[in-house]
T-cell receptor
């Protein structure tokens, strides 16, 4: 069974731009969660999607948004990028709940210049 | 302060046991997890423990949970150089019909010959 895939793996953007990251969960997994990992703040929960609906949201500004498609694939979008948005963005999928065993993708490394 | 706290670094000699400690604050957490992150990779679930358990053993891994003190530990027996990685503990709290994870900052385990 293929693992969680994330594209692109690396991305360089400038301040003010927007970015879209993509995540394909493991086949059969319906819950997709997104996390931001930085040296300063550690690993922080962004949001969780299930059946095309956002089920939970972390404490991030509205510039961070996401969606999930009917095939469970998910995208997250960050608008008006700031330098502090530079981070590793991790996606994780699980069968039904974020509390089930989560399988993480390798992440997308976003650098904002 | 942070919900989940871990020491940042641990250095051990190959063949010794490693003990990574974690404290959490929410007594209602139902699951507590240990993840491993190797350089350039996402997180890999190592093991988890339900809050109604005191101990769980899985091959070289032993998890101890002290609910009274809200303390969780991960013991790795016969530590190998391949165990060098960052280890995260996480607590899962029920929210919105699912669970929201809170991660510690991670403990960098360095195994030297």
């Amino acid at each position: 069974k293929a693992g969680v895939t994330q594209t692109p793996r690396y991305l360089i953007k400038t301040r003010g731009q927007q970015v879209t990251l993509s995540c394909s969960p493991i086949s059969g997994h319906r819950s997709v969660s997104w996390y931001q990992q930085t040296p300063g703040q550690g690993l922080q929960f962004l949001f969780e999607y299930f059946s095309e609906t956002q089920r939970n949201k972390g404490n991030f500004p509205g510039r961070f948004s996401g969606r999930q498609f009917s095939n469970s694939r998910s995208e997250m979008n960050v608008s008006t990028l700031e330098l502090g948005d530079s981070a590793l963005y991790l996606c994780a999928s699980s069968l039904e709940f974020a509390g089930d065993e989560q399988f993480f993708g390798p992440g997308t490394r976003l650098t904002v210049l | 302060g942070e919900d989940v706290e871990q020491s940042l670094f641990l250095s051990v000699r190959e063949g010794d046991s490693s003990v990574i400690n974690c404290t959490y604050t929410d007594s209602s957490s139902t699951y507590l997890y240990w993840y491993k992150q190797e350089p350039g990779a996402g997180l890999q679930l190592l093991t988890y423990i339900f809050s109604n358990m005191d101990m769980k053993q899985d091959q070289r891994l032993t998890v101890l949970l002290n609910k009274k003190d809200k303390h969780l530990s991960l013991r790795i027996a016969d530590t190998q150089t391949g165990d060098s990685a960052i280890y995260f503990c996480a607590e899962m709290k029920a929210s919105g019909g699912s669970y929201i994870p809170t991660f510690g900052r991670g403990t960098s385990l360095i195994v030297h010959p």
